[in-house]
């Protein structure tokens, strides 16, 4: 068995972390100068590794071992963050399968198809309308026009924002970047981000499949008055009602089994102490494994929301933002990766992902799989993160064992 390098590891995730906003760690949005400064310094270690490398068309950045064939295994994650969130999510996902495919070459492995690290754009809810998963988007060729007309708080658009990052747009509205003859298989290892397998004291999850995620942005509209002389009974306050559609979403969610559902983001108009607000702005985020249940959750949250709003005197609107259907991991490479964790002597424990990932977008393309590590405290998206060495070096292990399989039986 080959020996992955824990040290050469932990150092690089090391150094990851302290390229973020010093006043907010662990901070490093896609598309800012942190993010780029970060992508820099991963081209790098690309290179270093022996790797070839270069930003496609979608503005992702890949590094590549040539193999016997041409046809790729992909391996990969991404290297933003939230706001204020941690040092692995993500990240432990590009540094493990660049430690990975850096430890065949060290073995002087020629593997059966090439292999591909990737740093996909953009993973995590962007500043651009909240669109998650950028770069995993170009590939299968659904970023659309009006995604890429999403702009940011400055008035900047994604479109122009890829540009920075050394996207060719003419190519990305052209169609997918990649093609389902190019590729093998999509391997990626991340934290679990949830407590489940720490407190059943396993180390690797064999994840089963992947969320979808609807998200709305949707636009509670009143009236603006001065809030000293506007009588209670006779405003229209868009707060109130943008509060009243708040409990709605936690109170339908908890009543229905497989969905999870969230605000984690409201924008407020006009923003003064002394005027009823005129308008807010909410972006919903709901998930299940069952799209069927998802699309029935979120047609009946509108409708209520609706009716509630206008019995209410106030106006409503809303638009879909984003969309992605739940994916079935491919039975393959869960068998691959049991099998890899076995032959490691780690035990393993069969589980879907609540969170959304690259995979999802990518399983148009080839057969997609996910290895996850605990979470202490199932803490994530919070500077508290912490994923511990052992489970690291579990976690690195078994993709690398499972991406030998995977390149042993894949075609």
């Known amino acids: 068995m080959f020996n ?3 040290e050469r590891l932990k150092s690089r995730l090391d150094f990851l972390s302290t390229l973020t906003d010093p006043d907010l760690p662990f901070t490093r949005r896609a598309f800012t100068a942190r993010y780029l400064e970060g992508r820099n310094w991963l081209e790098r270690e690309f290179q270093k590794a022996g790797l070839g490398t270069q930003t496609d068309a979608g503005g992702n950045l890949i590094g590549r071992l040539e193999g016997k064939s041409p046809k790729a295994l992909v391996l990969g994650s991404h290297t933003d963050t939230v706001r204020s969130g941690g040092r692995f999510d993500g990240i432990l996902g590009v ?3 660049l430690e990975t495919v850096q430890t065949l070459l060290e073995n002087g492995v020629k593997p059966n198809h090439s292999l591909e690290v990737v740093d996909f754009l953009s993973e995590e809810p962007s ?6 998963c950028v770069g995993s988007r170009t590939w299968a060729g659904t970023l659309s026009g009006p995604m890429l007309a999403l702009e940011n708080a400055d008035g900047e658009t994604l479109e122009q924002a890829m540009k920075r990052m050394g996207a060719d747009l003419k190519r990305v509205r052209s169609g997918p970047l990649r093609r389902p003859e190019e590729l093998v298989a999509y391997l990626e290892l991340h934290i679990e981000q949830g ?4 407190h059943a004291g396993i180390p690797i999850g064999v994840v089963t499949g992947i969320a979808g995620i609807e998200r709305w942005k949707l636009s509670v509209l009143g009236q603006a008055d001065h809030a000293g002389t506007t009588p209670m009974n006779l405003r229209k306050d868009a707060l109130v009602g ?5 409990l709605e979403l936690n109170t339908l969610a908890g009543m229905t089994p497989n969905i999870v559902a969230t605000i984690g983001k409201l924008e407020l108009s006009p923003g003064a102490a002394n005027v009823v607000p005129e308008r807010v702005d909410l972006l919903t985020d709901t998930r299940s494994i069952d799209s069927a249940a998802l699309e029935r959750f979120n047609t009946n949250f509108l409708e209520r929301s609706k009716v509630l709003l206008e019995s209410a005197g106030l106006g409503f609107s809303f638009e879909r933002v984003s969309q992605s259907t739940p994916t ?3 039975a393959r490479v869960l068998s691959a990766t049991r099998a890899g964790a076995t032959r490691r002597g780690y035990k393993w424990l069969e589980l879907p992902s609540g969170a959304g990932h690259d995979g999802a977008h990518l399983s148009s393309l080839c057969p997609v799989g996910m290895i996850f590590v605990p979470s202490i405290g199932g803490r994530s998206h919070t500077p508290e993160e912490l994923t511990l060495e052992g489970d690291i070096l579990a976690g690195t292990e078994v993709l690398l064992e499972t991406l030998l399989e995977l390149d042993r039986v894949m075609v």
């Open 95 to 97: 540094l493990s399968a």
């Open 195 to 198: 407590p489940t397998l720490e």
């Open 242 to 246: 943008a509060a009243r559609v708040v």
């Open 328 to 330: 079935v991991c491919n």
């Open 4 to 6: 992955v390098s824990l």
């Open 127 to 132: 500043d651009y309308g909240g669109l998650s």
